[in-house]
């Protein structure tokens, strides 16, 4: 079963840094293009960043632009999200969307920035 699982979420002061793994099981990452989406409370769910097959291609939402880093390492079919700089509307559950060949959404990683 295709499989996405997201970690390294947790809680951080403002100013702080954060990396998201995204680590895939039941498929090959390779094929598909990446990307990390965010939901914060009472807002819909939107795109923070997405990367090619090849990770040559990367862009961000406005929001992070700047503060964030999308990569991938095939080999070990895992997606990550470096996330510096952290303010208090960087609140919101992180998740990993893999498309192109296979569709999945992992489920989830709650990222609270605080002071």
């Known amino acids: 079963q295709a499989q996405l699982v997201e970690s390294g979420g947790g809680s951080v002061q403002p100013g702080g840094s954060l990396r998201l793994y995204c680590s895939a099981s039941?498929?090959?990452?390779?094929?598909?293009?990446m990307s990390w989406h965010r939901q914060a409370p009472g807002k819909e769910r939107e795109l923070v960043a997405a990367?090619?097959?090849?990770?040559?291609?990367?862009r961000y939402s406005d929001d992070v632009r700047g503060r964030a880093t999308i990569s991938r390492d095939n080999a070990k079919n895992t997606v990550y999200l470096q996330m510096n700089n952290l303010k208090l509307e960087d609140t919101a559950v992180y998740y990993c969307?893999?498309?192109?060949?296979?569709?999945?959404w992992g489920q989830g990683t709650l990222v609270t920035v605080s002071s």
């Open positions: 039941g498929f090959n990452i390779g094929p598909n293009a």
């Open positions: 990367i090619d097959r090849t990770g040559g291609i990367r």
């Open positions: 969307r893999s498309t192109g060949y296979l569709e999945v």
